[in-house]
């Protein structure tokens, strides 16, 4: 009976321990958030837009009552898997974080862009 109460005791510090550690705070999941973006942002611009042809765009992010926060044009010559999938992961985490901690946002609806435009090395949406 004693040994089961030890092994109950060391079993509920344990849980408790590795609870406490995993639970990020909101302020950390929404650090967390902006450096996705800002990766996806990096990777987008890593190369310079002077052949609007090989341009596309997709949406990003979640807003709390649905749909894209935005769209992010990209280069479909880089690793469109990866970019893809960092977008797909940002996505995620934002529609969790939205539901996690109560978040609410507008419910416009964002229209998507009609093309990319090649401007001073820039991509630009053009709606």
């Not at 967390?32 to 310079?48: F, G, K, N, V, Y």
């Not at 341009?55 to 990003?60: E, I, L």
């Not at 507008?106 to 229209?111: N, Q």
């Amino acid at each position: 009976m004693r040994t089961l109460k030890c092994i109950s005791i060391f079993l509920l510090i344990g849980i408790y321990f590795s609870c406490s550690d995993d639970e990020m705070t909101q302020e950390e999941e929404s650090q967390h958030l902006i450096q996705q973006l800002s990766e996806i942002r990096d990777l987008a611009s890593s190369i310079l837009c002077t052949d609007a042809t090989v341009w596309t765009f997709t949406s990003y992010g979640s807003k709390a009552c649905g749909g894209p926060i935005g769209y992010i044009a990209y280069a479909t010559t880089i690793d469109t898997q990866l970019f893809l999938q960092k977008i797909q992961e940002h996505t995620a985490a934002q529609q969790y974080f939205n539901k996690k901690w109560g978040i609410i946002s507008d419910c416009a609806f964002t229209t998507p862009p009609s093309s990319v435009l090649c401007e001073n090395g820039n991509p630009i949406l053009e709606y």
